[in-house]
C-alpha cells in the first residue's frame, strides 16, 4: 500500500528556476526521506528529515516537514538540467512491527529545460 | 566502494522458466528488500529480510521467493515466472539496529525483466 503520494506528478521548469515537489502521507511517521532516481536507474537517497524536525538543507536541497498536515515539500534551488529526474518520497513508520521500514510514492517526474 | 550489486541488469525469458536475480551488498547492512517498480504504481516491496535466515511478505509477494543463507546476498526467485511480473526490480539494503525503521535504504542499479 502506498502512504506516501507525490504532488505534482509531472513538472516541468526552465533551469535557474526552483522546483518545490510535495508530499502527503497517511499514518504516524518517525522519518520521512526523499530518493531521487534517474531513468531506468536505481534509486539515491538525497535527504532524511526525522518526525521532530521541520526543515532541513543539503546543499541546494530543502526539506520541511509538517506532521500536523502529514505532508513535506521538497524544494530545489537554482535547478539545473541534471536535476532531471523523478523523485520520491518514502516514510518510515514507527515501531519493530513495521519492519517493512520504507514505503514510496509513485514519485514527481522533473523536467529542468536548458 | 560500497554498493549493492545486482544481477543480471537485464533479462528477457519465456513463461515457466525458472530464474533467479542475484542481490549483493559489501556494507554488512543486516537489512535487504526487493521492490519492483511498475508505471504509475510507484515501488512496491515484495519481500524483505532484518537479517540471515530471517525474511518476511512485502506488499506483493505472490509468485516469488527468497532466502538469505548469508549477510550480503538477498537473491530473489521466480520459480515460474508469468507475463504478469514483467517489470524493473531493485534490490536495496540498510543498516537496522533493533529493526526500528531510520535508515537510509542503498538502492542495486535494477534488474529489468520481460516474461513472455
Known amino acids: 500500500s502506498q502512504q506516501g503520494e507525490e504532488d505534482p506528478q509531472a513538472l516541468s521548469i526552465q533551469e535557474g528556476e526552483n522546483a518545490t515537489m510535495n508530499c502527503s502521507y497517511k499514518t504516524s511517521i518517525n522519518n520521512l526521506q526523499w530518493y531521487r532516481q534517474n531513468s531506468g536507474r536505481g534509486l539515491v537517497h538525497l535527504i532524511l528529515i526525522r518526525s521532530n524536525e521541520r526543515e532541513k538543507h543539503s546543499g541546494r536541497l530543502r526539506v520541511t516537514l509538517d506532521t500536523s498536515k502529514k505532508s513535506s515539500s521538497l524544494l530545489i534551488t537554482a535547478s539545473r538540467a541534471a536535476d532531471t529526474a523523478s523523485y520520491f518520497c518514502?516514510?518510515?513508520?514507527?515501531?519493530?512491527?513495521?519492519?517493512?521500514?520504507?514505503?514510496f510514492g509513485s514519485g514527481t517526474q522533473l523536467t529542468v529545460l536548458p | 566502494e560500497a554498493q549493492v550489486t545486482q544481477n543480471p541488469r537485464y533479462l528477457i525469458t519465456v513463461t515457466g522458466k525458472k530464474l533467479t536475480v542475484t542481490c549483493s551488498q559489501n556494507?554488512?547492512?543486516?537489512?535487504m528488500s526487493w521492490y519492483r517498480q511498475d508505471p504509475g504504481l510507484g515501488l512496491r516491496q515484495i519481500y524483505y529480510?532484518?537479517?540471515?535466515?530471517?525474511?518476511d511478505k512485502g506488499d506483493v509477494p505472490e509468485g516469488y521467493k527468497v532466502s538469505r543463507k548469508e549477510k550480503r546476498n538477498f537473491p530473489l526467485i521466480l520459480e515460474s515466472p508469468s507475463p504478469n511480473q514483467t517489470s524493473l526490480y531493485f534490490c536495496a539494503s540498510s543498516l537496522s539496529v533493533r529493526g526500528t525503521t531510520t535508515d537510509t535504504q542503498y538502492f542495486g542499479p535494477g534488474t529489468r525483466l520481460t516474461v513472455l
Open positions: 529480510s532484518m537479517n540471515v535466515e530471517v525474511t
Open positions: 556494507m554488512n547492512h543486516e537489512y
Open positions: 518514502a516514510t518510515g513508520t514507527p515501531g519493530l512491527g513495521s519492519a517493512r521500514q520504507l514505503t
